[in-house]
Nanobody
Framework: QVPLVESGGGLVQAGGSLRLSCVASVRTFITYTMAWFRQAPGKEREFVASIGGSAGSTYYADSVKGRFTISRDNAKNTAYLQMNSLKPEDTAVYYC??????????????????WGQGTQVTVSS
């Protein structure tokens, strides 16, 4: 498992933007598929986006496609989630996840074995 630390959450008005960051403490960061999940109160954790090690492949949930962008900087061991045009229904705790050499189309919680502690994103209407 890989230690992951998220940051960047906060309170924003609808239509606003936030960028989340996730730093991984691992030497071979480029070999890990990184993903973002979210969990709203009373709901199950759901997939948001994933990115392959070389950043050549990305995959998004339909609910965020066109609004969110996942990226990574392998030199900094960091993955990002740029969130634009935020909606109140985006309110959730956002979690970073990682798995060694996982296809980006794998979107299940059980597909990932490393998790961060989560960062709260609240979008007000």
């Amino acid at each position: 498992q890989v230690p992951l630390v998220e940051s960047g959450g906060g309170l924003v008005q609808a239509g606003g933007s936030l960028r989340l960051s996730c730093v991984a403490s691992v030497r071979t960061f480029i070999t890990y598929t990184m993903a973002w999940f979210r969990q709203a109160p009373g709901k199950e954790r759901e997939f948001v986006a994933s990115i392959g090690g070389s950043a050549g492949s990305t995959y998004y949930a339909d609910s965020v496609k066109g609004r969110f962008t996942i990226s990574r900087d392998n030199a900094k061991n960091t993955a990002y989630l740029q969130m634009n045009s935020l909606k109140p229904e985006d309110t959730a705790v956002y979690y970073c996840a990682a798995r060694y050499f996982l296809p980006v189309q794998r979107v299940g919680v059980a597909d990932y074995n490393s998790w961060g502690q989560g960062t709260q994103v609240t979008v007000s209407s």
